[in-house]
Nanobody, 125 residues
C-alpha cells in the first residue's frame, strides 16, 4: 500500500517562503514521476510542478521563477521550495506519484494514481 504524506504548509505573508515535503511510504523503490498540485476553494486542482527520476521538470507558468521542485530518491522524498509567495498561491497543496511515468504529462492530475491528503498554504497580503 503506497502512502504519501505532505508537510510544511502554513500561513505566511506575501513575499514569504515555505518549503513543502512529501514522503512516500510503502514500496522500497521511488516512484518514476512525482508532482505537486494545488486546489483553491471553488477551483479545479491544477498542476504546479512535476519531476521524473531522470530529472525532467515542468512548472506551471504561474510559478516559474518562484517555485523549485526537487527530489531525494534515496529517501523517497519530494520537495517544493516556494519563494515570493502571493495571495493567489493560497490553496491546499497535494503531492502525487506514479510508477508509470510519462514525462510529458507531469502536470496532468490524471497521470498520477497515488495522492497525499494535502497540506494547506495560506498567503496573506
Amino acid at each position: 500500500q503506497v502512502q504519501l504524506v505532505e508537510s510544511g504548509g502554513g500561513s505566511v505573508q506575501s513575499g514569504g517562503s515555505l518549503r513543502l515535503t512529501c514522503i512516500v511510504f510503502g514500496l522500497p523503490w521511488s516512484p518514476s514521476c512525482m508532482g505537486w498540485f494545488r486546489q483553491a476553494p471553488g477551483k479545479e486542482r491544477e498542476g504546479v510542478a512535476g519531476i521524473d527520476t531522470d530529472g525532467a521538470i515542468d512548472y506551471a507558468d504561474s510559478v516559474k521563477g518562484r517555485f523549485t521542485v526537487s527530489q531525494d530518491n534515496t529517501k523517497n522524498t519530494l520537495y517544493l521550495q516556494m519563494n515570493s509567495l502571493k495571495p493567489d498561491d493560497t490553496a491546499m497543496y497535494y503531492c502525487a506519484a506514479t510508477y508509470d511515468c510519462r514525462k510529458w504529462r507531469l502536470l496532468e492530475k490524471s497521470h498520477y494514481e497515488h495522492w497525499g491528503p494535502g497540506t494547506q498554504v495560506t498567503v496573506s497580503s
